[in-house]
């Protein structure tokens, strides 16, 4: 496995390219999960992880979880809050000029109002992996794969910053300060994934494990 991710000068640390068809995120994390833990992805696909994934989120909506330095969140508002960027929805907040990341804005307890977000309606939506009319995963679901499949998952963008998803919240730091370590300095062997993400399209590289960047 080691080997395997280790980046190759012909392919610019790129492991898998998937199409771009809406499922992008999900055929990379797919792709990782049958690489890291085999005997868990074996005979799954885009629509059965799509599936794990909102059952999850419907049985733990109320799970508060912590944003980089933003306040804590439940599952169920980082939804709306994905559902409202991904539609462009404006959600009346009592904070504005919040930052944005992979095109989610970051949220905080405090930019929360009363709504009629369903979330029933969310689950339902992302179930669907029909190519090219189904809604794309972002920051939620990759955060609900690494709570579920006890893994981390690296994000690297384009704007030289790297999102770090594990089961207790979402960092985002600046590339050059990876560590080997989770956020309380304690070495991880939990399995690593390495994605990229670029022009709204994520590709699953190839990196040296578990921490450093992916070679180009």
């Given at each position: 496995l080691y080997q395997q991710m280790k980046s190759?000068?012909?392919d610019d640390g790129v492991l898998y390219d998937p199409p771009k068809d809406e499922n992008c995120l999900f055929r990379v994390l797919l792709k990782g999960l049958k690489r890291a833990q085999p005997n868990i992805a074996e005979g799954m696909?885009?629509?059965?992880l799509r599936a794990e994934l909102m059952?999850?989120?419907?049985?733990?909506k109320d799970k508060v979880v912590k944003i980089d330095s933003a306040d804590v969140i439940t599952l169920?508002?980082?939804?709306?809050?994905q559902r409202n960027a991904r539609d462009g929805i404006q959600q009346p907040t009592q904070q504005q000029d919040t930052p944005e990341r992979d095109g989610i804005q970051q949220p905080t307890q405090q930019q929360h109002t009363p709504s009629g977000f369903d979330i029933q309606k969310y689950l339902k939506e992302m179930r669907d992996d029909t190519p090219y009319k189904c809604k794309r995963g972002g920051c939620l679901e990759y955060y609900l794969f690494a709570l579920k499949y006890d893994v981390v998952v690296v994000i690297h963008t384009?704007?030289?910053?790297?999102?770090?998803?594990?089961?207790?919240?979402v960092k985002v730091i600046v590339k050059g300060d990876l560590k080997g370590?989770?956020?309380?300095n304690k070495p991880t062997d939990k399995p690593t994934m390495h994605l990229s993400y670029q022009k709204e399209h994520y590709k699953l590289l190839r990196a040296e494990w578990p921490w450093s960047q992916p070679e180009s």
């Open positions: 190759r000068s012909d696909t885009t629509k059965s059952k999850y989120l419907e049985l733990h169920k508002d980082l939804a709306e809050d384009e704007d030289d910053r790297v999102k770090v998803i594990s089961d207790d919240r370590t989770d956020d309380d």
